[in-house]
Every structure is written in structure tokens, then in C-alpha cells.
């Protein structure tokens, strides 16, 4: 994707060759801003802190810190203590468990003189993937969107309800939910987001705007509880979103307020797609609700809002009572039930243990790798 004009990923290496660029995410949408991370450390920092945030960028970037971490020393010491370092950042997206088995799986066998360079070349390959399966979601997901905009008067706009923000910066490019969007936009079909602005951490008014409006998407940010009121009223012709672990069943956990959304779309008939690469997919998992581990965040990020205010400076405030406790639960879980389809690399499909391992058969039944 393009800012200001010139082309980005959200995750880089930097001309020095080994350490690592990053869009900061905390200071969007009013401050474009990179930092550059230069040990694992560092990049477990930037995952705590959501410098960089979504499920497919998390794995990325901790792929990206166990390399820097084979920079400094190639042990399985040094290997093992950056794999528990990473993998102790955020507990609910599992793209970051995938990404760090998977280099552990690359580098334990080799021997430490080796481990640097196929860090690297391992980590920039899952990037490179990423990239390529988020494009083939979008094929698919544009083919979604092709059959519903069918069902409507020729030309008229197809609106669709996004939450959170799971486009181009949650992942290494294009996007999971977004990348049908862009494609949609850029073939012509008249397309308009409603994005949920999804509190407490607002991605959905900070960065899914900021995106769609880079991009030039029509689209208007609402506030989480008015997307059941535009559905009752017929302004929602489809849901879609991302997810941060879905299981082998096909329950899906994503940002917190996603099953709201579900519910009010099962009872008003409006269809809700969930998209996701495969590497989202917990193979150990059947039950959601009871199985996937749900992040408890800071109080601080309910009780506090940052934004710009008129002197064009940004600040932190305030707005909850003084002394009032706040609770943080990060991401909830829509139960299979309630999701219409399932938007993967590979197609789309019920969003079932069986429409799962028919796209899927060689993972399904069997433990994670
Ligand atoms: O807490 P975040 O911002 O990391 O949560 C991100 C989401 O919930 C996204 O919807 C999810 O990772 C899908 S991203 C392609």
C-alpha cells in the first residue's frame, strides 16, 4: 500500500540489512512514524506495546525478533530464551505461536554459525507468504462480495460493516477483511465501510479509517453500538471481519465487540464473513468460548482516550469517574453458528470442523505444528 505516494509494507529490513522497520501504530492517524527495532527485546516490545498489532504483523514481527536475536548469538540458549520472550507478548492471536514454532522448527536442527542468515531468509519468506495468501483472500472475498452486490439494484452502493482494523496494517500487506474491499474498489464495484471506530483502543476510527481513506474507500466511522440499529434499518448488506484464532471448529475469536456484531447480524439476516489466512487457524482447538485465551489489557486504556485537540497537539485524557474500576477484556468469540462463511487463502467455507478440513484436509484432525 501507498503513503504519500510511495509504496510501504508494514514490516521492513532496513538498509543496514539486519534491523527491522515498523510502522508505529500508536501514533496513527496523526503521525506517520517508523522505528527501527534492533533486538528481540525490542521487538517483544513493540508487540507488547502494539507498536505493531494484528494477528498476521504480530507473527511477522516476532519472526522478525528471533532473527535479531540469532544477530547477537546463535545458541539454542539465546534461540530458547527468544522464542519464550516473544511468545510471552500477547496471548489471544496465534499467528505469533505459528510464526515462532515455525522458526524454531527452521533453526533448532542447524548448526549455530547457520542460524543467522536462515533466520532472516525464513523470516522474510513468512513475510513474503503473508503477503501472498492476504492477495488470495481478497480474490476470494471479492467473489463474496461480486454475489452480493448481484442481489442488488445495478449501481446501487453495497455497504459493508467492518470491526477493528484487520486491512494492510494488521498485516505485512493488503489485509485480511480490507483486502476484498480494495479489491472490490479498485475493480469498480461502488463499495462503502461502515467502520465500527472499536473501543477501547479505537483501530477501527484510527486505522481502518486512515486506510480506507489513503486508499480513497468511501466509508464513515460509527460509533460500536450503532451497527445493530443500521442493520435493523437495511444500511448493512454484509459483515466482514478478521480474527485473531479461529478454531478447527470454527469459532472465531477477534476484537472485542465482534460477537455483538454477529448476534445482531444473525437476527437481522445480514451475511458475516470472517477472513483469515491459515496460519489463524488453531488446529488444537474445537471449542472457542472455552479454549482460547482472551487478553486482559490495561485499565487505563478504558479509562483514558488519546486524541488530537485544537492546537493540533495529541494528548491523553481522562473519561471515566475518578476512582471507578475498569475492565479490559481485549478480544470475545463468535461461536461457528453465527458466521455465514469462512474467506481463506485457499476459498471460502462453512465455518465448521468439515468446511474447514475439505479446504484444509492435510491440518485437519491433526495437532499443530
Ligand atoms: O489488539 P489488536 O489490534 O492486535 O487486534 C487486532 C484484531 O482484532 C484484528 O481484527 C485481527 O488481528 C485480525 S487482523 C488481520
Not at 521487538?43 to 494477528?55: K, L, P, T
Not at 443500521?230 to 444500511?235: D, F, H, S, V
Amino acid at each position: 500500500m501507498k503513503i504519500h505516494g510511495q509504496p510501504y509494507r508494514t514490516i521492513w529490513l532496513a538498509p543496514d540489512g539486519w534491523r527491522v522497520g515498523v510502522i508505529d501504530q500508536t501514533r496513527l492517524p496523526f503521525r506517520f512514524e517508523t522505528v527501527t527495532l534492533s533486538s528481540a527485546e525490542a521487538a517483544a516490545e513493540a508487540i507488547r506495546s502494539m507498536v505493531v498489532r494484528g494477528a498476521p504483523l504480530i507473527g511477522a514481527t516476532a519472526a522478525y525478533g528471533v532473527a535479531l536475536a540469532m544477530r547477537m548469538e546463535a545458541s539454542d540458549a539465546t534461540l530458547d530464551a527468544a522464542l519464550v520472550l516473544l511468545g510471552a507478548t500477547r496471548p489471544t492471536a496465534v499467528n505469533l505461536h505459528w510464526a515462532l514454532a515455525r522458526m524454531r522448527e527452521r533453526l533448532a536442527p542447524l548448526p549455530s554459525q547457520e542460524r543467522m542468515a536462515a533466520a532472516y531468509a525464513e523470516a522474510a519468506a513468512l513475510c513474503d507468504e503473508d503477503v501472498a495468501l492476504c492477495r488470495a483472500i481478497g480474490e476470494h472475498g471479492l467473489g463474496v462480495i461480486r454475489s452480493i452486490q448481484a442481489e442488488k439494484a445495478e449501481g446501487a452502493t453495497l455497504n459493508i460493516l467492518t470491526h477493528c482494523n484487520a486491512g494492510w496494517l494488521a498485516t505485512v500487506d493488503w489485509g485480511t477483511a480490507l483486502a476484498p474491499i480494495y479489491l472490490a474498489h479498485d475493480g469498480g464495484i461502488p463499495v462503502h465501510v461502515w467502520v465500527d471506530e472499536t473501543r477501547p483502543r479505537n483501530q477501527g476510527a484510527a486505522l481502518t479509517a486512515y486506510e480506507l481513506g489513503a486508499h480513497g474507500v468511501p466509508h464513515t466511522v460509527i460509533t460500536d453500538n450503532a451497527g445493530g440499529h443500521l442493520m435493523q434499518r437495511g444500511q448493512v448488506d454484509m459483515v466482514i471481519v478478521g480474527t485473531d484464532r479461529t478454531t478447527a471448529s470454527g469459532d472465531v475469536a477477534n476484537k472485542i465487540g465482534t460477537y455483538l456484531k454477529a448476534l445482531a447480524a444473525h437476527d437481522t439476516g445480514v451475511p458475516f464473513y470472517v477472513a483469515l489466512p491459515s496460519p489463524t487457524i488453531d488446529w488444537t482447538l474445537s471449542d472457542g468460548v472455552r479454549g482460547i485465551p482472551i487478553e486482559e489489557r490495561s485499565a487505563r486504556e478504558v479509562t483514558h482516550l488519546s486524541g488530537l485537540g485544537d492546537d493540533g497537539e495529541v494528548r491523553s485524557f481522562q473519561v471515566v469517574a475518578p476512582g471507578s474500576p475498569a475492565a479490559n477484556p481485549a478480544f470475545d468469540v463468535t461461536p461457528a453458528r453465527l458466521v455465514t462463511g469462512l474467506i481463506t487463502e485457499r476459498g471460502v467455507c462453512e465455518a465448521s470442523a468439515q468446511g474447514l478440513a475439505r479446504l484444509f484436509p492435510a491440518r485437519a484432525g491433526r495437532p499443530a505444528a
